[in-house]
């Protein structure tokens, strides 16, 4: 049973300095993220859309490059896909979660209920397009965007809501919808403590003659450079999740090394560095036989989870004569998570729907004309707070 919420300090990097309108009406919760294949015949069209989608990858001549690059990676794509069961199981942990997160808030928050979640995938279905037609259909008033990335960054939240402000333009050009936006909450207390549980359990696995010295391997998706370098603020937030685990796990008493890798990285562009992969490598090398997985930046389970970290990376690491290869599970339904889930929404609605800071401010380096124009979109959403 998920506990009922209770009142917490949010940390946040983020300043809140602004409000939606006042006068909710009828309210959805669109809980936003890439989305994965549902089957097989799924993969093609899933790859294709990542590859053409200039927030998350900019290629030269980017039509034809990002189509030759996933057709390229279909079949290869299609059997890691095998492997784990056929498909991607992120849209079924994003239901079990969005259920247990309304379910929450309707014992929660009466008064602004019953509250209804919808699924918006960026690449495949359900797509934002469809939640969008739904929410319409069921004539809600106020959309709280609720990102499931919690660490934000141009090319996944960023692209998100690009493409719901593409659609909105669309499917509502007169504004029947209002919308509120939680854009990055990856120093939430309750997130924080979810992902120690998960940590803690696997620590806890170790052999007693390397629990202590066993290195925490913190994997998150990684970025090409190129959008790290226009000021992205991924790293920083990815980084700043990381630490307040650490200091977590240091108040439980867990006082193992750490460092945070990157994975997933494709196509010709240089990427987030040290990978995933060769710190494995290197410490099979240095004799380390033991190593904890934590995958930082993903909150349920999905190919990068079930493939790369414990299929790809497991067998790389017993060949690098690494005994006791853990991985710490995904928050997935995790009661916590949940509760975690329901307690930053109930915060967004207690706060009267804010606008962040953060989402308002630009990158310092060069900004596309459609994140410019979806900025401006998301700005005349909001009011300043009084």
């Known amino acids: 049973m998920v506990a009922l919420l209770t009142s917490s300090r949010s940390r946040s990097i983020l300043t809140r300095s602004y409000s939606a309108r006042a006068g909710v009406g009828k309210l959805g919760i669109l809980m936003m993220n890439m989305g994965g294949p549902r089957t097989q015949e799924d993969v093609a069209q899933f790859l294709s859309n990542i590859f053409l989608d200039r927030d998350i990858i900019k290629l030269p001549m980017q039509k034809i490059l990002g189509q030759f690059i996933a057709r390229r990676r279909v079949e290869k794509v299609k059997q890691q896909y095998m492997e784990i069961g056929g498909g991607s199981p992120i849209e079924k942990w994003t239901r079990i979660q969005g259920e247990g997160m309304v379910n929450v808030l309707d014992r929660a928050s009466p008064e602004t209920g019953p509250h209804k979640y919808y699924v918006g995938f960026r690449y495949t279905e359900p ?30 939240t960023g692209s998100n809501f690009n493409e719901l402000y593409r659609v909105q333009k669309q499917l509502d050009p007169g504004s029947k919808l209002r919308w509120s936006f939680i854009d990055r909450w990856g120093a939430h207390p309750k997130l924080i403590s979810a992902f120690a549980d998960r940590v803690e359990a696997q620590v806890q696995r170790l052999k007693e003659d390397v629990r202590r010295e066993t290195p925490i391997l913190f994997s998150a998706h990684s970025l090409p450079l190129n959008v790290v370098d226009r000021g992205d603020p991924y790293v920083a937030e990815v980084g700043g999740t990381v630490a307040y685990v650490v200091d977590e796990l240091r108040r439980r008493g867990i006082t193992n090394p750490y460092r945070l890798t990157w994975q997933s990285a494709v196509g010709p562009l240089r990427w987030l560095a040290p990978q995933t992969e060769d710190a494995i490598k290197s410490y099979g090398a240095n004799g380390y036989k033991a190593l904890v997985m934590v995958p930082i930046a993903f909150t349920s389970d999905h190919i990068e989870t079930l493939f790369e970290l414990d299929i790809e990376y497991g067998e790389t690491a ?69």
Do not use: C
Request: hydrophobic share 35%; aromatic share 8%; proline share 6%.
């Open 127 to 156: 797509s934002i397009r469809s939640a969008v037609e739904e929410m319409l259909s069921d004539n809600i008033d106020h959309v709280i965007a609720f990102t499931q990335y919690q660490q934000y960054s141009g090319s996944t």
């Open 318 to 386: 017993q060949k690098a004569g690494i005994d006791q290869y853990l991985r710490a599970e995904a928050l997935n339904d995790h009661p916590p998570f949940i509760d975690a889930l329901a307690t930053i929404v109930k915060e967004h609605i207690d706060a009267d729907f804010p606008t962040s800071a953060q989402l308002l401010l630009p990158d310092p380096g060069e900004e596309s004309e459609q994140t410019a124009q979806t900025r401006q979109w998301i700005a005349s959403q909001a009011r300043p707070l009084d």
